[in-house]
């Protein structure tokens, strides 16, 4: 009889679930053993106190010296000791909260679920036409309009700098142009300190007020506030007190590189870097404890030979991996980076540097990974056809994070028992089969895997050919109406907005 329910139960046709489901949970990958993590975050509390962090005179170094931090004026250090570390990671949250304009796009950072989206300041865009040139304020728009129709990229990171724009005037215009081309969660950044409330009243206008802003942020800020090694960069300092003033969620973004501006031993990068962020979240907690920030770990390397900065090594992949674990150690929601791919185009270099890296950092269950969609050439330059074809490596990345399920319907006794005791000759034909072809199995929408004969027959087009195809149609036919007309024009009478309407129709 029980036998009989169990059959029951895999011929039924459940509704399908997301194979690749955004959020999914990473963790089996561990590059680091237990000890070792906390030999790491020991090592950095040392540095900490013992090292200490650069800090300029004025406001910061001298909340960190009434909090009771040993300072050296002389060579601007700040010593921090180690209870207020524990008394910042006792206050910071574990899991952060991201949303989007709609809810099925909320981004709910902590533990070891998982997220890619796109991110970087790009300065060169390689467009369709396979012509270099450098990025504008429409790109972000328009880079926006393929992320909004690709399903697994999960979030939208303001991707290049808009190289057409006076300083002043790219705060408003590329947070702006990011949320008119997508309702997925945006993140940018601030070049002047005074645009930080001006960034806030915009996210509060597309969610219908303050109250509602706090209750589902809409959009969240990073901020690069430290140099390595070991110094605060005073003037993105500035910035970071305007993001914590005005309920920003805001990432800590530091970015070391091995062997250039951090050890040249992977384990002394992640010492530094954990050193430097744990000092941002005890300026964080002096200032605001509990407010919504996020560890940003973005460790890097330096390829010896040349000095030049690589992004798409086995040893990025280890440590990005590696700061998720110390993250999950310190119960802190984090972002790191993967998919930055030192090729020059989406060519076979390219695949397997963004596999690698965005494969392992998503299988040790880093929450927020960005970079991960777009990028070539070291951080240089997007394409618009790699958002298409990155759209494909997530989705497979995210169904390996996933994992396999076991329990009492997918063991399948009853399945193998039905074909090979007289039932279906085949498990093609079985009911479970069909059950499961769009829960179990995650299908890409580009790679390609028909015969070799449809293949030649459909033009022999290889993999960049078709994502171009794919990436053109979007760009033609996608125009999304994130933004209501007369929130828009809302947003327009009250600040100085440059990307026009016409741009954004056909």
Request: hydrophobic share 40%; charged share 25%.
């Amino acid at each position: 009889m029980a036998r009989a329910r169990r059959r029951n139960r895999t011929q039924e046709t459940p509704k399908p679930a997301n194979p690749a489901p955004a959020g999914a949970e990473g963790g089996s990958f561990k590059p680091l053993g237990d000890h070792q993590i906390e030999q790491i975050v020991a090592a950095a509390y040392e540095v900490l106190s013992r090292t200490g962090i650069e800090v300029g005179a004025g406001a910061p170094r001298d909340l960190f010296e009434r909090a009771g931090c040993r300072i050296d004026s002389e060579k601007s250090r700040v010593f921090i000791p180690a209870h207020l570390i524990d008394d910042a990671l006792s206050n910071a949250k574990p899991e952060v909260l991201l949303a989007g304009r709609e809810e099925k796009h909320d981004l709910h950072l902590g533990g070891r679920r998982v997220y890619m989206g796109t991110g970087g300041q790009a300065v060169k865009i390689l467009g369709i036409d396979d012509i270099v040139r450098e990025t504008t304020l429409a790109d972000n728009y328009n880079i926006g309009r393929l992320v909004d129709t690709l399903e697994h990229i999960h979030f939208y990171m303001r991707p290049v700098v808009c190289r057409d724009l006076a300083n002043e005037d790219i705060d408003i215009n590329q947070l702006y142009a990011c949320v008119s081309a997508t309702k997925k969660h945006v993140m940018s950044n601030a070049y002047l300190p005074e645009r930080v409330a001006d960034l806030r009243e915009m996210g509060e206008m597309l969610v219908g007020g303050a109250q509602a802003f706090d209750a589902r942020p809409p959009i969240s800020m990073v901020a690069s506030w430290v140099v390595s090694p070991l110094r605060y960069a005073m003037e993105t300092v500035e910035i970071l007190d305007e993001i914590i003033a005005n309920d920003l969620p805001v990432v800590l973004s530091s970015a070391p590189q091995s062997g250039a501006s951090s050890p040249a031993s992977l384990a002394g990068t992640l010492v530094q870097l954990t050193a430097e962020q744990l000092s941002g979240f005890v300026y964080v907690n002096l200032k605001k404890p509990g407010h919504p920030t996020i560890m940003g770990c973005v460790p890097a390397q330096a390829d010896l030979r040349t000095g030049a900065f690589t992004g798409g090594s086995a040893e990025f992949a280890l440590m990005n991996a590696a700061c998720a674990q110390i993250a999950q150690h310190l119960k802190l929601p984090i972002y790191n980076s993967a998919g930055i791919a030192d090729s020059k185009i989406g060519d076979a270099q390219a695949g397997f540097e963004k596999g690698l890296t965005t494969a392992t950092a998503a299988l040790a269950g880093s929450n927020y990974i960005h970079h991960s969609a777009g990028f070539l050439e070291s951080l240089l330059t997007v394409a618009y056809e790699q958002y298409v074809i990155d759209n494909d490596v997530n989705g497979t990345i995210m169904r390996l994070t996933r994992g396999i399920e076991v329990n009492e319907d997918t063991l399948a006794l009853d399945v193998i028992h039905d074909v090979c005791s007289g039932g279906p000759n085949h498990y093609l034909g079985h009911a479970q089969t069909f059950s499961l072809m769009h829960s179990e199995y995650q299908y890409p929408e580009l790679f390609d895997r028909r015969t070799r004969a449809d293949w030649e027959a459909d033009g022999a087009l290889d993999l960049r050919m078709v994502a171009k195809a794919r990436a053109r149609d979007i760009l033609s036919n996608h125009w999304p109406e994130a933004i209501p007309d007369d929130i828009d024009q809302k947003i327009r009478e009250k600040f100085k907005i440059l990307l026009p309407r016409k741009s954004m129709k056909p």
